[in-house]
């Protein structure tokens, strides 16, 4: 697995979590990496980017609660979410783009991240 996320689990709603990402073996992520979500019966979205530059883009339902973060030397990224509620029950997959040749995309397994009312 080229992305190796961990961090998920079980909180009730208002909790907190901290989700972790990093590059396995060689992998060099030099361009965007990113969390995105499944939940049951609806399709993968985006939740939060950020470049290697440090621009960062979120959802607006995540907005104010959820930080993304990456350290560039270490190939991780970070994805600080608090104020949860059950709507962010999801799978979050951490995702990379190598942009330097061969360019290719990169994804974890995904982490459960489950959240009680």
């Known amino acids: 697995v080229p992305l190796v996320e961990s961090g998920g689990g079980f909180v009730q709603a208002g909790g907190s979590l901290r989700l972790s990402c990093a590059a396995s073996g060689t992998i060099v992520i030099d361009n965007v990496m990113g969390w995105y979500r499944q939940a049951p019966g609806k399709q993968r979205e985006s939740v939060a980017t950020?470049?290697?530059?440090?621009?960062?883009n979120y959802r607006d339902s995540v907005k104010g609660r959820f930080t993304i973060s990456r350290d560039t030397a270490k190939n991780t990224v970070y994805l600080q979410m608090s104020g949860l509620n059950p709507e962010d029950t999801a799978v979050y997959y951490c995702?990379?783009?190598?942009?330097?040749?061969?360019?290719?995309?990169?994804w974890g397994q995904g982490t459960q991240v489950t959240v009680s009312s």
């Open positions: 950020i470049t290697s530059g440090g621009t960062t």
């Open positions: 995702f990379g783009n190598k942009k330097s040749w061969p360019p290719r995309d990169y």
